[in-house]
């Protein structure tokens, strides 16, 4: 009696120890299975990222300009009076930054510019490129004008830091003609910037190249032929 009782319990370890085998076997074949589905998720998404960044941006920037209210032109882009959506513009106060910058405004932030977790009204923003940073929108509400006394008192929100180059296109009606400009044109003998058609941003990622995309800049003349 006692024997058999012995030889089942010897059987039933012995069967343990094998089930545990063929278990950990089968789990050791479940894990390299889902680190190379994981592998080639992760390899998909890293392929798409980029392409869906530089859409995603070029996006979010094409309808905060179309978005932006007119304001009437100080520093070039037109003669004195005209109201124009976006304009050459100097930050308030104090900057290290002498050149004006592409500006706009608007009633109410865009999403991604936020302070608090909240989105302010009456905001002016300018479009600001450094390359090692990329391009950012510096910005502030009319609310806090009073206290915006220098650069620094700004808020910086980066846009994208795959930004690697901003080039200005122009539409010469009088030689039907474009000029692709890697610095802003001037105005003759006015000290002040020409208001470019397009604005052309290049996007460089180490693995995945450059991408290129072109902003309309709005202004008063929307009718202009294509490259």
Known sequence: MERSISSSRGLTLIEMIVTLAILGTFLSLLSFHL???S??????????????HVDGVTLFLDKALEASEAAVSTTGGGEDGDE????WQRFPGASDIEDPLLFF???EAPA?????GRRLPAIEAYLHFEEDLGLSILWYSKLDAEEIEREEDLFRTPVSE??????YAYYEREDDDW?????PLEEDNNDTFRLPDFLILTF?????????????IPQRSPDLPLF
Do not use: C, M, S, Y
């Open 35 to 37: 680190v190379g589905l």
């Open 39 to 52: 592998n080639l998720w992760l390899n998909r998404t890293d392929d798409d990222f980029f392409e869906q």
């Open 84 to 87: 124009l959506p976006v304009q």
């Open 105 to 107: 405004r608007q009633k």
């Open 112 to 116: 991604l510019l936020v302070r608090e």
């Open 162 to 167: 795959f930004v690697t180059k901003i080039e």
């Open 179 to 183: 000029e692709r400009e890697d610095d």
């Open 204 to 216: 460089a990622h180490p693995e995945k190249g450059e991408r290129e995309r072109f902003l309309r």
